[in-house]
């Protein structure tokens, strides 16, 4: 990639400004310099928005907790729980005894507290705040008979039932009422968030360790132009610094939930990699899952380290 050493302007010209590239545009401009074109995909799109509501990459740690992840699958969108029910899925409450498995977490920061130790209910609290959960009623309409589920902003005394149409006084069924929570916006679609939380976790540990040194984005769509690639998608792409041979160190991923990498996503992303190594780019790949890779899965992985790459 041969840059301009710099500007050119106008004799007369006594002040020049530059704006810089959205990240987004600079990354696919540096797949167009190797041949390839790089474009945002829609999980890619999905997985920057979350990222965005939980207030950046650092706050996504809350998703290391294991009984996090589980409280948002466990239950579908349409779906009501307790305040409870949920906070004994977040600690993993083991079901003969009744006490949380924690004891892994309980060092996380996820934000400010007072207590010294970090508990379900600190991250139950914390997903509320971030509009993973919303809280509201379960109630039955009386002319239906039928149950449904009322977000706070919503209750007032008279309602109408979205099942039946009539509107009815709810009044009488809120006596010793719990609240019941629902997940909300991204987090309340059917499709996983379409697997974007294992990728801000990776995200968020790449983060942790290169510091304000990267820049990255998240899931692109990858075609050739004139590289020898087959179509393929990068769950996120990541740009360093340039190191000691003024090579910018640059990371492509995969990243599954409980999905199997598969000789598919191995040989694709290893292609992409190969295009970069030509010059001026030292390439990685990063295989990442939130459940334990398989004997098989490491074999496969490793297939995309040749003998001189590190």
């Given at each position: 990639m041969a840059l301009p050493l710099s500007p050119i302007t106008g004799l007369t010209r006594s002040d020049l400004t530059l704006h810089?590239?959205?990240?987004?545009?600079?990354?696919?401009?540096?797949?167009?310099?190797?041949?390839?074109?790089?474009?945002?995909?829609?999980?890619g799109l999905i997985a920057s928005r979350l990222i965005k509501q939980m207030g950046g990459l650092q706050r996504c740690r809350v998703f290391k907790i294991a009984g996090v992840r589980d409280s948002i699958d466990k239950y579908g969108s349409l779906?009501?729980?307790?305040?409870?029910?949920?906070?004994?899925?977040?600690?993993?409450?083991?079901?003969?005894?009744?006490?949380?498995?924690?004891?892994?977490?309980?060092?996380?920061?996820?934000?400010?507290?007072?207590?010294?130790?970090?508990?379900?209910?600190?991250?139950?609290?914390?997903?509320?705040?971030?509009?993973?959960?919303?809280?509201?009623?379960?109630?039955?309409?009386?002319?239906?008979?039928?149950?449904?589920?009322?977000?706070?902003?919503?209750?007032?005394?008279?309602?109408?039932?979205e099942l039946c149409g009539n509107a009815f006084n709810i009044t009488a069924q809120l006596h010793d009422r719990d609240w019941a929570y629902r997940r909300s916006g991204l987090f309340g679609r059917e499709d996983h968030q379409q697997g974007s939380i294992p990728v801000a976790i990776t995200l968020q540990q790449l983060d942790t360790m290169l510091s304000t040194e990267m820049i990255y984005t998240t899931a692109m769509n990858i075609s050739p132009v004139s590289a020898d690639i087959a179509p393929c998608e990068t769950d996120f792409v990541?740009?360093?610094?340039?190191?000691?041979?003024?090579?910018?160190?640059?990371?492509?991923?995969?990243?599954?939930?409980?999905?199997?990498?598969?000789?598919?996503?191995?040989?694709?992303?290893?292609?992409?990699?190969?295009?970069?190594?030509?010059?001026?780019?030292?390439?990685?790949?990063?295989?990442?899952?939130?459940?334990?890779?398989?004997?098989?899965?490491?074999?496969?992985?490793?297939?995309?380290q040749d003998q001189y790459g590190l």
């Amino acid at each position: 990639m041969a840059l301009p050493l710099s500007p050119i302007t106008g004799l007369t010209r006594s002040d020049l400004t530059l704006h810089a590239l959205p990240t987004r545009e600079l990354i696919a401009r540096i797949f167009e310099a190797f041949g390839m074109k790089a474009e945002a995909s829609q999980p890619g799109l999905i997985a920057s928005r979350l990222i965005k509501q939980m207030g950046g990459l650092q706050r996504c740690r809350v998703f290391k907790i294991a009984g996090v992840r589980d409280s948002i699958d466990k239950y579908g969108s349409l779906d009501s729980f307790t305040k409870s029910g949920a906070i004994q899925i977040i600690g993993q409450n083991d079901p003969a005894t009744g006490r949380p498995n924690f004891a892994n977490f309980e060092g996380l920061f996820i934000e400010q507290r007072k207590a010294p130790k970090l508990k379900p209910e600190h991250a139950f609290a914390f997903l509320l705040r971030n509009r993973v959960f919303r809280p509201g009623l379960k109630l039955k309409c009386i002319h239906c008979q039928l149950d449904y589920w009322l977000a706070l902003d919503d209750i007032a005394t008279e309602v109408t039932c979205e099942l039946c149409g009539n509107a009815f006084n709810i009044t009488a069924q809120l006596h010793d009422r719990d609240w019941a929570y629902r997940r909300s916006g991204l987090f309340g679609r059917e499709d996983h968030q379409q697997g974007s939380i294992p990728v801000a976790i990776t995200l968020q540990q790449l983060d942790t360790m290169l510091s304000t040194e990267m820049i990255y984005t998240t899931a692109m769509n990858i075609s050739p132009v004139s590289a020898d690639i087959a179509p393929c998608e990068t769950d996120f792409v990541v740009v360093g610094q340039p190191n000691y041979e003024r090579r910018v160190p640059l990371a492509i991923g995969e990243c599954k939930a409980k999905g199997e990498i598969t000789e598919g996503d191995v040989r694709n992303l290893t292609k992409v990699a190969d295009a970069f190594r030509r010059m001026r780019i030292q390439p990685f790949i990063v295989f990442a899952k939130t459940a334990s890779f398989t004997p098989e899965e490491t074999v496969r992985c490793q297939t995309a380290q040749d003998q001189y790459g590190l």
